[in-house]
């Protein structure tokens, strides 16, 4: 998933599996510490094969990482209610639902059934309303981190493993005086991944099918949260020469990445399925 690249014939390439291994070596660690195994309940109500197949590798990342947890296969138009029972279920720890279920507005709706100390994808509106707010924590004596999506998370423990994120500096500062582009804009990743970068101190260009944009905090790091701007006649082509990282998640021939236009030393990190280069 992760890579540092040079366009010269020099770089190093990181795979995701040698951070993650060291991150599930800390999980495990604070797993142990606790009374018991914490349960993770997925609810199956979808059809499709790629959610079963997720509900699976959930159930094997688990139980190798010392969780349990305990897959629930249930009626689309019962969901609702077993979602509402597992809330009130001191014996359940976190909850999963395996989307799509119904493709439509009414799976949002059951994003929000899940109680917030359940809700193990960060998907309720309280999460994602914190996220673009930067608020990070759900209570005042800041005890409970928000849970932030998992996919953007992912990308910013990359950076936090290539030093990227400088510890010098205050928290919620780190990544001050770098200059990032992701190629992406979705919803799930691309939009919230650019906020968090852009919390986090970052100039970020948000570079998608309908152009440019700039997420930042101001000059300064004068603002609370980051705004966002429209970069007027912008391209990818504009944005890679100054930008210290490039992230990039679009697969397709529109969006590879012209590596000639890299700044030396760049870090890359490409989510999407397949190479962008």
Not at 3 to 32: F, H, W, Y
Not at 241 to 256: A, M, N, Q, R
Request: charged share 25%; aromatic share 8%; net charge negative.
């Amino acid at each position: 998933m992760a890579s540092t690249l040079d366009p010269s014939a020099n770089c190093k390439v990181v795979l995701a599996n040698t951070i993650a291994k060291k991150l599930q070596e800390e999980v495990c660690e604070g797993v142990r510490t606790l009374r018991r195994a914490p349960l993770l309940a997925g609810f199956l109500s979808s059809t499709d094969p790629a959610a079963r197949t997720y509900a699976e590798w959930t159930g094997k990342t688990c139980r190798d990482n010392g969780f349990q947890f305990e897959l629930r296969e249930v009626d689309k138009d019962d969901l609702e209610e077993a979602l509402i029972a597992a809330n009130h279920d001191t014996g359940v720890d976190g909850i999963i639902v395996y989307y799509p279920i119904f493709n439509n507005r009414q799976d949002q709706y059951l994003q929000q059934i899940v109680d917030v100390g359940k809700d193990v994808e960060g998907l309720s509106h309280q999460y994602i309303f914190n996220m673009y707010q930067n608020i990070r924590f759900l209570d005042p004596s800041q005890q409970k981190k928000s849970v932030l999506p998992c996919t953007p998370l992912a990308v910013i423990k990359i950076l936090e493993h290539l030093q990227i994120y400088n510890t010098i500096l205050p928290y919620g500062n780190r990544l001050f005086g770098h200059t990032i582009t992701v190629i992406n804009r979705s919803e799930v990743v691309g939009r919230p991944l650019a906020a968090l970068l852009a919390n986090d101190g970052a100039r970020v260009y948000s570079v998608d099918l309908d152009g440019v944009q700039q997420f930042h905090r101001g000059q300064g790091l004068k603002k609370r949260r980051h705004e966002v701007e429209e970069k007027t006649g912008w391209t990818l082509e504009t944005c890679l020469p100054e930008s210290d990282v490039v992230i990039s998640g679009i697969p397709g021939e529109k969006f590879k990445v012209p590596v000639q236009l890299l700044r030396e030393g760049a870090v890359c990190i490409n989510f999407s399925s397949e190479k962008v280069s």
